[in-house]
């Protein structure tokens, strides 16, 4: 079983930037596919970025395309998160699968979570 463990999140400045990081330990893979989702309350949960098993694939979504960016270090994930809006503001969840799923796909795999919020 994969554990994912994300950390980063926090309260910040609308233009600020922030860096969430997860970390997946167990399994038996030497390596993920592994996506960043996001929930804001009342809303349905959103794809932000994913990233292929071997790194060289990245996907994002359209809302933050140009700033946000997403970086894996084997069984890391990372999201450079820049110029944060009070929209971004969600529960940010890390997702693992041993397949390349995308931005589509069921992760096999999830996190806790971690709050960010950018205050109006």
């Known amino acids: 079983q994969v554990q994912l463990v994300e950390s980063g999140g926090g309260l910040v400045q609308p233009g600020d930037s922030l860096t969430l990081s997860c970390v997946a330990s167990?399994?038996?893979?030497?390596?993920?596919?592994m996506a960043w989702f996001r929930q804001a309350p009342g809303k349905d949960r959103e794809f932000v970025a994913a990233i292929s098993w071997s790194g060289s694939t990245t996907y994002y979504g359209d809302s933050v395309k140009g700033r946000f960016t997403v970086l894996k270090d084997r069984r890391t994930l990372y999201l450079d998160m820049n110029s944060l809006q009070p929209e971004d503001t969600a529960t940010y969840y890390c997702a693992a699968d041993e397949m390349n799923l995308g931005p589509t796909g069921e992760y096999s795999y999830w996190g806790q979570g971690t709050q960010v919020t950018v205050p109006v």
């Open positions: 167990g399994g038996t893979s030497s390596s993920y596919a």
